[in-house]
């Protein structure tokens, strides 16, 4: 079979198995080692003689470093040496480079970059020293950019324009033309980035916190220089991602340096502090959406350009406008995405790039658009569903989100909404109802996967795929033991190794479904061994619990297997699949607000997501994952924002009491709605990806149930009480 | 962090007199002193002296300085007698940091001005002379009223804004005895900056904190801020008020997050005083508040921000 994924496997063979753990909410197999602390992540190795480095950042905005005092710290107790190797990074690799990043960090692009690692017997003494170590910089600030809003723009990269969109804002009976900003975002895992290097020889062994580790290891021996055949990572568990571990950063290359200097292992572990300076961050965006309707609420225009920002030289652009361009119609239609260069952190993935904070923008513009019309908000979504994916004249696979509407509303209750603003007053409270679609493209990904059936009918699967607190673990395994008719607790999965086969790693919301169907193809190879074996054709081969059946022959697996051991690898690569349809995950969100009339805090009471992304793995893990992308979309609608000083572009809120994730009380219980859906375009898995889509509009529903409870529409992001207060209708 | 020296006080006497910072529940100092921000180079642990008690002082009250913040939000004298210190208390941090963090302790937290925690950048507070760099810059949360050009920082904390309306009394002692400051006088504005945040002396241990018989009336506390819990408050308001016969007749009124300190006027409480409830003796308790506010750009809200939450306060208090 070649790997390559050109036509759609409509066979739907996981619904043709018999074990039935496929789509179970099983617990996460390594759940009780991470609740227990028994679970190793990348800092807690500990190994013979290792030095502890830590990273000093720059004093100045930009320009060179021009000394390092490093005589001054030798002499400081344990210190064992001062590493400014042109090896080390500037910049973290973007997701998915799989080659170095900027290099040399005798260069200062932005204030807190890493300059220096101080290396020493214990973390305190190297604490000690990187605090005091000096280092003289040649400024360059005055000719760097800090305020996005100053600096000039480029022009877009493939903008679309199709029709006259001014003429359609001119002749159209409705319309809105609106301006909205998003603030920056942090990916704000919770461990931080951190790396264990020991050198044996020439082989460098590197325990790192990854999401991509088939990327990584390129772009770790890239930037040492070495092959990265002797270059192994290490990264069975990964405390969050969120797309800032989709590439090396900094950590890793000053811990291989050191340690080859220096000849014994070192940990890097960042600070809380310089994960926030120097890292990923999500640009702040400013959007223009400019939407016009006719009498019935037909789209005849679409308008949405976004102007975000990144350091010189980064290709990143954050994909604003990724989903608008196939999620309504509407003939002339203008969508461009404008960089500005700014000295601040580079930007790059941070959870569900392009329609975290696109799609907020565009559905708050479409609740304003519905109002102007007179038409309810649901009705003027659904009306617009295109046929074809806009421009590109392609069918889209699957698209459940006519069902996601309305399986939401009903759940939720929305015909209890009153149309008008301002309705429902409890005490202070202002109440009021949103709605929002909820759309995110979908990938496949190359992916490989090694699947062991052992004599007495283990089974075993393995894949550098990483499993980054999501689930990798559970529906890997989940579909081994569907496809081999195993118990689940049979099978063991090994992940993040980068001596096992190349999986998809996790970024994009692409990891289950391409490392997954990696896993599916090696067990179908399997099958068909013991499909032969059993003397039955393929199709009519039945595993369960352990026993082989077909036609009027039946067997013990183990029998079947007669001591021997079959082993192989599944392999997935995108193909045609994925340019001749247009292939996303839908959904909705409904939210209920209580917005003070005196104070402007806004708080959720309610939200439902309803949403289809092809088949449910795992019915737990899977809601799990919408759960955590509606708890970002809380945050991102309320109280997420990184704070820069315009004058030298600093982050000013480098932590977490300052950057505000929502807590606890933030989240009222949530209700998410899976839908069932089959997509063999997507996969052979019929899944798609289901990590992102949870964020992707929740705010936007925030926005407009904020507007339908207090009359107030806010076109900034986060919506913290100072962005509504000078709006608010008379408390009294 | 630097090396310091660590010795435990068996006694309060020898905790006294020395150049050893104390330290309690070490939720702010050790923080900062991971972030070099605070550089002591020696520490008295107190936390094992006997100072952990709430007891009744005539119609008043006694919280010993290291009773802890939980304990004390939940102790039944308090939640009967002066709910409103309850609820400040629980306003703020998190569980795990109210069990931690003393009465004491939590009197004398340091600002959370993000300069000042900052060691790159320019802060008069922690670098005397060195500029203030969030006068023109990231200013969210930063003070309105009492300010000067070498500080704007705020007063973060909850506890000490309802020990302010509740007329608390600090009893500090020193290797030469006791002295009582009243609590509204304990914190200091900015002024030059270089001026500690309150009055206490290196040496010198709060004891406890006193609070005289409860004053009649109501008492609130309101935080307002960005996320619901585990925030700073972007403005806050203790409030003791009584209405009788119609007219306002006693109150007591301070505010957190707008000063150096927690903020308290006795012109606000005047104004109120002997009024009918209502929209323009509330608007007018605002305007005598916020009468010499200013603000840096990035926090001109705490203006209208304060009016409104006074107003929600008094119409809560007043309320039949
Ligand atoms: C993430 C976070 C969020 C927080 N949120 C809030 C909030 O919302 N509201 C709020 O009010 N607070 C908040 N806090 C602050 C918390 O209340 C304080 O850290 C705590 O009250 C300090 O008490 P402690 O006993 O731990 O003090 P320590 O850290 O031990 O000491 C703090 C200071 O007090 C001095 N000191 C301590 N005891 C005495 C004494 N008896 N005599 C003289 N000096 C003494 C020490 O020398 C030191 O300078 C938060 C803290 C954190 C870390
Ligand atoms: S406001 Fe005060 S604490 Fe903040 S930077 Fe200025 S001087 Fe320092």
Redesign the pocket.
């Known amino acids: 079979m070649s790997a390559t994924y050109d036509a759609p496997d409509r066979r739907n063979l996981l619904d043709h198995m018999r074990q039935g753990v496929i789509g179970k909410p099983l617990d996460r197999p390594e759940g009780p080692l991470k609740v227990t602390g028994r679970a190793p992540y990348a800092a807690e190795y500990d190994l013979p003689r290792c030095a502890e480095g830590v990273l000093v950042g720059a004093r100045v905005s930009n320009g060179r470093v021009t000394a390092i005092h490093r005589d001054e710290v030798s002499a400081m107790p344990g210190v064992l040496g001062v590493f400014a190797d042109p090896a080390m990074l500037r910049r973290p690799a973007q997701g998915g480079a799989g080659k170095a990043p900027a290099q040399d960090v005798t260069q200062v692009d932005y204030k807190g970059q890493p300059v220096a690692l101080v290396v020493a017997e214990t973390f305190e003494q190297a604490t000690a020293a990187a605090k005091a170590l000096r280092i003289d910089y040649e400024d360059s600030s005055d000719s760097a950019h800090f305020d996005p809003d100053a600096a000039g723009v480029e022009p877009p990269k493939k903008p679309t324009d199709l029709g006259d969109l001014e003429a359609a804002m001119r002749d159209a009976p409705h319309h809105v033309d609106l301006i909205f900003r998003t603030e920056g975002h942090a990916s704000a895992a919770m461990e931080p980035h951190a790396a264990i290097a020991a050198w044996d020889g020439g082989e460098l062994t590197l325990h790192g916190s990854f999401q991509m580790v088939a990327y990584n290891v390129p772009e770790l021996a890239a930037s040492l220089g070495v092959d990265p055949a002797r270059v192994r990572i290490v990264s069975p568990y990964v405390g969050g991602g969120f797309g800032s571990k989709l590439g090396i950063s900094h950590d890793a290359v000053a811990a291989a340096v050191a340690a080859r200097e220096l000849g014994r292992p070192v940990r890097v572990v960042l600070t809380r502090q310089q994960v926030f300076e120097s890292v990923i961050r999500r640009s702040e965006t400013r959007q223009r959406l400019r939407l016009a309707c006719d009498e019935t609420g037909r789209l005849v225009g679409l308008g949405h350009e976004a102007r975000v920002s990144n350091l010189p030289d980064e290709k990143f652009a954050e994909p604003v406008t990724q989903a608008t361009k196939f999620l309504y119609a509407g003939d002339n239609r203008r969508l461009a995405v404008q960089v500005t260069r700014v000295a601040r952190l580079t930007a790059g993935s941070v959870r569900a790039p392009g329609e975290a904070v696109g799609m907020q923008a565009l559905e708050a513009a479409m609740d304003e658009l519905a109002e102007t019309a007179g038409i309810d908000p649901i009705a003027l979504r659904k009306r617009n569903l295109p046929d074809k994916a806009p421009g590109e004249g392609i069918p889209f696979s699957s698209r459940t989100l006519v069902e996601a509407l309305d399986r939401g509303a009903a759940a939720f209750g929305w015909d209890r909404r009153h149309a008008r603003p301002c309705q429902t007053r409890e005490g202070e409270w202002w109440i009021g109802m949103g709605v929002a679609s909820a759309a995110r493209v979908n990938m496949l990904a190359p992916a490989e996967a090694r699947v062991r059936l052992h004599p007495d009918g283990r089974v075993e699967v393995e894949s550098d795929q990483t499993d980054i607190g999501t689930g990798s673990y559970a529906i890997l395994g989940q579909i081994a033991a569907e496809m081999l008719g195993s118990p689940i607790d049979r099978v063991t999965v090994a992940l993040g190794d980068s001596r096992l086969p190349p999986g998809a790693g996790s970024g994009g919301s692409f990891g289950a479904a391409s490392t997954g169907s990696a896993v599916l193809r090696a067990c179908e190879a399997i099958r068909a061994e013991l499909s032969s074996r059993l003397g039955v054709a393929a199709e009519e081969l039945t595993l369960q619990d352990g026993l082989a059946r077909g036609g009027n022959r039946s067997d013990t697996l183990v029998g079947l297997l007669g001591g021997d051991m079959l082993e192989e690898t599944g392999r997935i690569e995108p193909g045609r699949t994925g340019k001749d349809y247009s292939q996303a995950t839908y959904g909705a969100f409904f939210c209920e607000v209580a917005v003070n009339a005196f104070t402007a805090e806004t708080r959720i009471r309610r939200m439902t997501g309803a949403f289809g992304f092809g088949r449910v793995l795992n019915a737990k893990t899977a809601r799990s994952q919408c759960l955590g992308g509606m708890v970002w979309g809380i945050g991102s609608a309320l109280t997420e924002a990184l704070q820069f000083d315009l004058r030298d572009g600093h982050l000013v809120n480098h932590d977490l009491a300052g950057y505000h994730v929502p807590v606890h009380r933030d989240v009222p219980a949530l209700d998410v709605i899976l839908l069932e859906e089959r997509d063999a375009v997507a996969s052979p898995l019929q899944a798609k990806g289901v990590g992102e889509l949870g964020i992707c509009g929740a705010a936007g529903a925030v926005a407009n149930a904020i507007y339908n409870a207090c009359g107030v529409r806010p076109y900034r992001f986060p919506m913290t009480p100072d962005t509504l207060l000078d709006q608010m209708p008379d408390p009294f | 962090m630097r090396e310091f020296t660590y010795s435990r006080a068996a006694s309060l006497d020898q905790a006294l007199g020395t150049h050893a910072r104390p330290i309690a529940g070490a939720t702010n100092l050790v923080d900062l002193m991971k972030l070099e921000v605070e550089t002591p180079d020696a520490l008295i642990d107190i936390t094992r002296l006997d100072l952990s008690r709430i007891e009744r002082a005539g119609d008043g009250v006694r919280i010993g300085a290291l009773v802890p913040n939980a304990d004390c939000a939940a102790d039944p004298l308090i939640r009967r007698h002066w709910p409103v210190l309850s609820s400040a208390i629980l306003a703020g941090a998190s569980p795990q940091l109210r069990n931690k963090a003393t009465t004491g302790g939590n009197l004398c937290q340091r600002?959370r001005?993000?300069?000042?925690t900052d060691l790159s950048?320019?802060?008069?507070?922690?670098t005397p002379g060195s500029?203030?760099?969030?006068?023109k810059?990231v200013?969210h949360n930063?003070a309105i009223l009492g300010t000067s050009d070498?500080?704007?920082?705020t007063y973060p904390g909850d506890m000490a804004v309802a020990l302010a309306a509740l007329d608390a009394c600090v009893q500090i002692q020193g290797p030469d005895g006791m002295r009582q400051v009243p609590l509204r006088e304990f914190h200091r504005l900015?002024g030059t900056?270089e001026a500690p945040d309150n009055v206490l002396q290196p040496g010198e241990i709060i004891t406890a904190v006193t609070l005289p018989a409860p004053p009649p009336g109501r008492q609130i506390y309101r935080k307002v801020r960005e996320r619901s819990s585990y925030a700073f408050a972007l403005v806050s308001i203790a409030a003791v008020i009584k209405v009788e016969s119609g007219l306002i007749s006693h109150a007591r009124l301070a505010f957190g997050g707008l000063a150096h300190k927690p903020w308290h006027d006795p012109a606000v409480e005047a104004a109120l005083i002997g009024q009918p409830p209502g929209q323009a003796v509330f608007q007018r308790a605002a305007d005598i508040l916020l009468k010499d506010a200013r603000g840096f750009g990035g926090n001109n809200f705490k203006i209208p921000l304060t009016r409104r939450t006074l107003a929600a306060v008094l119409i809560e208090a007043t309320r039949d």
């Open positions: 600002t001005c993000g300069y000042f950048t320019c802060c008069n507070k922690r500029g203030c760099d969030a006068l810059g200013n930063h070498a500080c704007i920082a900015p900056a």
